[in-house]
């Protein structure tokens, strides 16, 4: 039980174009969703919690403009980088908290981010 | 606010030697306690965690963790590492009022020599 599936595990995309991140939660249900960034040779940071049916809550320093959250669903949430640019390039990671297990939060696989 | 902070940022080890993961966190409020492992482009993995009670925590793959709540530490510990056992390992705290929100410490990259 308690699997998160994130998806695409990798990306390669233009500058300029905009790339979405999903995040699902498969045997449980999420009310809130989590999203972090990692450059390489770093550590996990925080961007934003997503609630579902509500808007997510950001990071100080990240902007929610560029890095659009989406929860519209208790098992769905997406991350859309709008308007890509190299420096956006990074590995992405979810994690859902599970409703009836509140303590943990369970990682998807993350998504390999390359911007060209 | 939380801050999480792994002392050592590289250990490298020999093969069934002892090894130890050093995590000092500071907060507020009270938190839960968590250390995790990444191997290369992967999400984490979690290896223990620590709500309450006992503070000896034992966790997946032979490792352990003790919560020192006045050095406000959690280390890692594990008595004899496999070659398997390299990779990144993460310490991070949650908020107890904030289920599920990580804060990760920097990493510490644990290698293992034959």
Known sequence: GAVVSQHPSWVICKSGTSVKIECRSLDFQATTMFWYRQFPKQSLMLMATSNEGSKATYEQGVEKDKFLINHASLTLSTLTVTSAHPEDSSFYICSARDLGAGTEAFFGQGTRLTVV | ?114
């Open chain 2, 1 to 114: 606010a939380q801050s999480v902070t792994q002392l050592d940022s590289q250990v490298p080890v020999f093969e069934e030697a002892p090894v130890e993961l050093r995590c000092n966190y500071s907060s507020s409020v009270s938190v839960y306690l968590f250390w995790y492992v990444q191997y290369p482009n992967q999400g984490l993995q979690l290896l223990l965690k620590y709500l309450s009670g006992s503070t000896l925590v034992k966790g997946i793959n032979g490792f352990e963790a003790e919560f020192n709540k006045s050095q406000t530490s959690f280390h890692l510990r594990k008595p004899s590492v496999h070659i398997s056992d390299t990779a990144e390992y993460f310490c991070a705290v949650s908020p107890r009022d904030q289920g599920g929100k990580l804060i990760f410490g920097q990493g510490t990259e644990l290698s293992v020599k034959p």
